[in-house]
């Protein structure tokens, strides 16, 4: 004879991930690494982004990438260009990067260079407004770019990454002139679930708002590291 | 396609406790819930798990899914309201952002039905 029980788990899907994501962060603290999430969909301006950032921040801080991409590492060889640490994950069939893969993105950083070194971890995840949003990695904040020619209504339609994002960038700025879209309106969208997001236009082809990128991205770092001296102390 | 990732979590989440039974009993549901303010399609999880699951321990199993509403509180307003996903989040009534999310962000697994043989009495 068979009788049904029940047992409450109460446990996270995304626990494994998260758990990973943890560990991930507890590296980067340990090396005193800023660890950033870059998101977008696909075409919005990443590895642009990336490069202009390589040019304008690289020297005052000591920067490595982790790039992810389906299939090809041609991302990555754009960014190698730059002289910095790029270690290019192909996440195959998957349509986001999770913390596992991150995980062993950092085994090859710690065993190729030196963690010590470096001041801040870029992860470029893979073209996706949906997915990424999802997975923690291990970083301490999250980035989203939408591209004007993405159109005003996509922080509606893909609410969790616009939601969840410390910052946002406009990009393509410079392509305003030629289009009915409102900056303003992109903006509004986001504020009107993520209030406190940090909301800047910017353009990797003219250099506008590119300063103000980069400020964001040093004092996010040196803040990060700054809570991890008075965690330790 | 997340789905796939995340039905490969929830089948290795089971299996952990699954394994930590005494005598391994068959299970016949696994109840989730997942928020309306996630990135997970129901009907992919469910595919997804249904194919993953032939022939291992979950076979036959059924996949239970309770979705929860998209639910915000507004603080200038003290209320609660339902934000339309895909058109408006901010408050219907005074236009704040939104805040507070008191439901819609969950995935979880909840429980678990599992038989087990009793001895006759």
Same mark, same amino acid.
């Given at each position: 004879?068979?009788?049904?029980? /029940?047992?409450? !788990? #109460? ?9 990973? @994501?943890?560990? &991930?962060?507890? +590296?980067?603290? @340990?090396?005193?690494?800023?660890? %950033? ?11 642009? !982004? ?17 790039? #992810? /991409?389906?299939?090809?590492?041609? /991302? ?13 994950? &192909?996440?195959?069939?998957?349509? +986001?990067? /999770?913390?596992? %893969?991150?995980?062993?993105?950092? +085994? ?19 073209? &996706? ?10 970083? +301490? ?9 993405? #159109? ?8 969790? %990454? ?16 030629? !289009? ?50 008075? @965690?330790?102390? | 396609? =997340?789905?796939?990732?995340? $039905? ?22 696994? =109840? ?35 979705? $929860? ?5 507004? =603080? ?16 219907? $009534? ?28």
């Amino acid at each position: 004879m068979h009788q049904t029980f /029940d047992a409450a !788990l #109460g446990i996270d899907l995304l626990h494994v991930n998260q758990t990973g @994501a943890d560990h &991930n962060r507890a +590296h980067f603290d @340990a090396w005193g690494i800023t660890c %950033m999430n870059i998101m977008s969909s696909p075409g919005a301006g990443k590895t642009a !982004l990336l490069e202009r950032t390589l040019e304008g921040l690289h020297g005052g801080l000591a920067i490595a990438i982790i790039e #992810g /991409d389906m299939t090809t590492e041609l /991302d990555a060889d754009r960014l190698r260009q730059y002289g910095v640490p790029v270690i290019a994950i &192909n996440t195959g069939r998957s349509c +986001h990067l /999770d913390a596992k %893969m991150v995980a062993g993105g950092l +085994h090859t950083l710690e065993h190729q260079y030196d963690p010590n070194a470096l001041d801040l971890v870029l992860v470029e995840n893979v073209g &996706n407004l949906v997915c990424p949003a999802e997975f923690e990695v291990g970083e +301490h904040a999250k980035v989203a770019l939408l591209s004007i020619t993405e #159109g005003e209504d996509k922080p509606l339609k893909y609410p969790i %990454m616009f939601q969840e994002a410390d910052c946002l960038l406009i990009t393509k700025v410079d392509l305003a002139p030629y !289009l009915e879209v409102s900056i303003e309106q992109i903006a509004a969208n986001v504020r009107q679930m993520n209030p406190d997001c940090t909301i800047i236009p910017v353009s990797a082809k003219t250099g506008e708002g590119l300063e103000e990128w980069f400020g964001w991205v040093r004092d996010r770092s040196l803040s990060t590291n700054e809570s991890r001296v008075h @965690a330790h102390a | 396609m =997340h789905e796939t990732d995340m $039905t490969k979590a929830l089948i290795l989440t089971v299996r952990d406790w699954w394994e930590a039974q005494p005598g391994q009993p068959a299970i016949e549901k696994v =109840h989730l819930t997942v928020g309306k303010f996630t990135c997970v399609e129901p009907v992919g999880l469910q595919f997804a798990f249904e194919v993953q699951t032939k022939g291992t321990f979950l076979n036959g199993a059924e996949l239970v899914i309770r979705e $929860t509403p998209l639910i915000a509180y507004c =603080h200038d307003c003290q209320s609660e309201y339902q934000p339309e996903i895909g058109l408006q989040y901010a408050c219907p $009534t005074c236009k704040s952002p939104m805040g507070d999310i008191r439901s819609g962000r969950e995935l979880k697994i909840d429980r678990v039905e599992y038989a087990e043989a009793i001895a006759q009495p």
